[in-house]
């Protein structure tokens, strides 16, 4: 456990301030080999999941943990694209529930009666999958408050959450025996309370906010399918979860204006060609992207198998227009703002 420990204390002093220092004085590599003391996913000779220990994400301030960084594909030993918001060492915020994020998140060591929201980009299985798994999970954790979980709302070809909720657990959903989390009736103790979210248009939805976080929520081109990108603000700092997009209508930027963390989807490589185009930014696209909002950080995940092993590749695209902390994400990993 000694590489437990000396982890921990690197990692409690590798804030995103600390990391935005170094890439200010530092060539790109000299940044890497200080971010290889700095990630939680691995030291030494063993990934930390394989660990005893949970990865530890400070005791102040607001981190971000990904819970996957990983595509679709059953060879990259990665979990799908899914990320916790942890706030004063609470996780708050649960941004997708792809395949493999309910594992992550036992060996987070996250509090699931700390959770007040889940908030769905889109309604993929490779970012939902795991959602009967959290469901199920959480039946004997003793939580006792209602759970949000958002999503968009549907197209004539796609279901609303709601629609897709209730397909999965509902009454006649294929998890019908976890239908009473949808009532007050709960077994578990607490009611999922699912609610859409405008996936059409340029509006900005926001209309949830509590004591620790204001959410707001913007409709991005992902292909056909309705996608929702995810700001939350956590005092005077803030954190945008682009996901999944084209970019087609150029909305991530204004709405990112001034972000410290922009959070996108590294699916395609630069030399990518045909449909996937339709559905996801291309590296340089996303080098222009966080420069024109400004971003302070930017964070690749949804890393793909057409992606890894062309990083060089694909920083120098996005280095060609953003020139800023650059992030290329791996499973648990945890970056302090």
């Known amino acids: 456990m000694r590489g437990v420990r000396f982890t921990k204390v690197l990692v409690t002093r590798c804030t995103f301030r600390t990391l935005y220092a170094f ?59 899914s990320y916790l918001v942890w706030i004063d060492n609470e996780a708050r915020i649960l941004i997708d529930t792809a395949p493999g994020s309910a594992l992550r998140y036992d060996e987070s060591g996250a509090n699931f009666n700390d959770l007040d929201a889940i908030l769905l980009t889109h309604l993929h299985a490779s970012h939902t999958g795991d959602f009967p798994a959290f469901v199920e999970g959480s039946a004997k954790v003793g939580r006792e408050r209602p759970l949000l979980v958002f999503g968009p709302a549907g197209s004539d070809d796609y279901l609303d959450t709601q629609s897709f909720i209730g397909r999965l657990i509902g009454p006649m959903g294929a998890y019908a025996y976890l239908a009473d989390f949808l009532t007050y009736r709960s077994s578990a103790g607490y009611k999922l309370n699912v609610r859409n979210v405008p996936a059409t248009g340029r509006r900005r939805w926001t209309r949830f906010g509590n004591d620790h976080f204001r959410l707001a929520a913007i409709p991005v081109q992902h292909g056909i399918v309705p996608t929702i990108a995810w700001p939350a603000d956590i005092g005077d700092q803030s954190i945008v979860f682009a996901g999944d997009f084209n970019n087609a209508k150029g909305a991530i930027s204004d709405f990112a204006h001034d972000t410290d963390v922009l959070v996108v989807s590294h699916a395609i490589p630069e030399s990518a060609r045909g449909d996937v185009r339709e559905q996801f930014v291309l590296p340089s696209q996303i080098g222009k992207v966080a420069a024109a909002a400004n971003a302070r950080m930017l964070i690749l995940g949804h890393r793909t198998n057409r992606t890894r092993g062309l990083e060089s590749m694909s920083r120098a695209a996005i280095e060609e227009h953003y020139t800023d902390a650059l992030i290329f994400a791996n499973d648990l990993e945890c970056w302090g703002l």
């Open 23 to 81: 890439r200010t004085l530092c060539t790109f590599r000299t940044l890497c080999e200080v971010r290889t003391l700095c990630v939680i996913s691995v030291f030494f000779s063993n990934p930390v999941h394989s660990q005893a220990e949970p990865p530890f994400c400070g005791t102040e301030g607001v981190w971000i943990q990904i819970l996957g960084a990983g595509g679709t594909e059953l060879d990259d030993s990665q979990a799908g694209p």
